[in-house]
């Protein structure tokens, strides 16, 4: 019974190898237009949004702008109200009576809110960075995978296979091409 589907295998495998030997085309390669990744990695680590732009990835580089942007505005807004509290802090503590605390709060609570808003601007540097150094592995993972091809007219044929051995383990199989 064994040989029997040995035999029908092999058959069929023999078939479908000959449907695929005569339907397949001949494929003319383009020319490869050259892409630097190295060249993307550098022009978007001096010009935050160059590699995308050089990877013709074009839609990308407002995001970019747009994330340093917002960093650099709360980098900003958190920058001014740091040294009105510090300002505020200091006047109170000082005991110079030409000095003013405008805000009418304690120390405590101007120590707090001077602390908080210290946090705010240290987590406002490191998205700056952090979308400074994503910008820059977008850039290079766009430009490794610059020719890779996403058309429609990806298949996949299977067809059953012989796996050929020298020894008594033998086996059939199912092939995979993409």
Not at 78 to 105: C, F, H, M, S, V
Not at 119 to 131: E, F, K, M, P, T
Not at 136 to 147: E, G, M, N, P
């Amino acid at each position: 019974m064994k040989t029997l589907y040995l035999c029908i295998f092999l058959l069929i495998s023999c078939l479908a190898q000959a449907q695929l030997t005569d339907t397949t085309e001949v494929v003319t390669i383009a020319p490869v237009e050259e892409h630097s990744v190295r060249k993307a990695t550098l022009l978007s680590t001096f010009v935050p949004g160059a590699g995308q732009i050089y990877n013709k990835k074009y839609w990308k580089a407002p995001i970019v702008y747009a994330g340093l942007g917002t960093a650099i505005y709360f980098i900003d807004d958190n920058t001014k109200n740091y040294r009105k509290w510090r300002d505020n802090l200091i006047a109170e503590e000082d005991g110079d009576p030409n000095t003013i605390n405008t805000t009418g709060l304690s120390s405590s609570v101007l120590r707090e809110n001077m602390d908080l808003r210290r946090r705010w601007l240290d987590l406002s540097y490191i998205a700056l960075a952090g979308v400074y150094v994503l910008n820059i592995i977008d850039a290079h993972v766009d430009a490794h995978l610059f020719h890779f091809d996403v058309s429609e007219d990806l298949t996949l044929i299977v067809h059953p296979s012989v796996i050929p051995s020298y020894s008594v383990n033998a086996g059939i199989g199912l092939t995979l091409n993409f």
